[in-house]
């Protein structure tokens, strides 16, 4: 989805159904219009990272805009998919129950088919 009024017209039906839902969307570095430094790796480590403070920042320390405390899911869109996966290996948050994988991989090659 390259819009946020796309990604709503799809995620909207769903917060609607089931009430208390939370549903966090955000543009990592580099993605619509966004700024960072120009030394620094566009990488999955990185994207996560941000993901992880993004967490914590908007959590019950800090604006409460996004209680990651709760029971929460990683919906990844294309190479969010690898993000939402770096960060579920790399960062130990006992609230996070699955990661949906949607359009993870454009184009899987033959070392990645013989890894999955």
Same mark, same amino acid.
Request: hydrophobic share 60%; proline share 8%.
């Given at each position: 989805f390259d819009t946020l009024e796309r990604t709503?017209? +799809?995620l909207s039906p769903l917060a609607a159904r089931y009430p208390g839902l939370q549903v !966090? +969307?955000?543009n990592y570095p580099g993605q619509a219009f966004t700024e960072w430094r120009e030394e620094q790796l566009l990488n999955n480590d990185y994207m996560a990272s941000c993901l992880h403070e993004l !967490?914590?920042?908007l959590g019950p320390q800090g604006t409460r805009q996004f209680d990651a405390d709760k029971?929460?899911? !990683?919906l990844g869109f294309g190479n969010g998919a690898n993000v939402a996966t770096f960060y579920a290996c790399h960062y130990s948050n006992p609230a996070l129950r699955s990661i949906l994988s949607l359009n993870g991989f454009a184009f899987i090659d033959p070392h990645l088919a013989g890894a999955l």
């Open positions: 709503k017209i +799809v !966090l +969307v955000w !967490l914590n920042s029971p929460f899911h !990683l």
